[in-house]
């Protein structure tokens, strides 16, 4: 079997990411905005996606889920923070890690990382353990599917 389609890679894109926003949709699978429109009109038709819009951005979301679920809640609370704090949530789906491992994976720096990860504590879409010494972030094991 081939190369997944774009279609299929912008499927998958919205099951893996809820909330995504078109841009950066766009800019994940390389494609002109309009090739990425055109696809999610199919998808949205078809009934496979949604689309929301949110002040400026238009938003992408699974049609299996409900508006009012909790994971379209928690993807909107995670789409409000910056593509910097949208890293750093990201690497902690590979499990618990150090402040230097999170800023090395998310590609920032650990004053950077140390800044989302408090902001992103005091939401309640990570927490602290504390092993042997050593401080160890995480996502909550509620959000480890999202």
């Known amino acids: ?17 809820p909330g995504i926003h078109l841009r950066m949709a766009q800019r994940a699978l390389e494609k002109s905005i ?9 998808l949205v038709d078809d009934g496979i996606i949604r689309r929301e819009r949110e002040g400026r951005y238009v938003r992408l979301y699974p ?3 409900p508006r009012g679920s909790v994971t379209h809640a928690l993807a909107k609370r995670f789409w409000r923070l910056s593509s910097a704090a949208g890293r750093v949530f990201h690497v902690l789906s590979r499990g618990p890690m150090r ?48």
Request: glycine letters at 8%; aromatic letters at 8%; hydrophobic letters at 35%.
């Open 1 to 17: 079997m081939g190369e997944p389609t774009t279609r299929e890679r912008l499927t998958q894109l919205v099951y893996t990411m």
């Open 34 to 42: 309009g090739t990425v429109v055109h696809h999610v009109e199919v």
């Open 63 to 65: 049609n299996a889920r």
């Open 99 to 146: 402040l230097v491992e999170v800023a090395r994976r998310a590609g920032v720096s650990k004053q950077l990382a140390y800044y989302h990860l408090r902001r992103l504590l005091s939401q309640g879409l990570v927490r602290l353990i504390t092993e042997g010494g050593r401080k160890l972030y995480s996502r909550p094991s509620s959000y480890e599917t999202f």
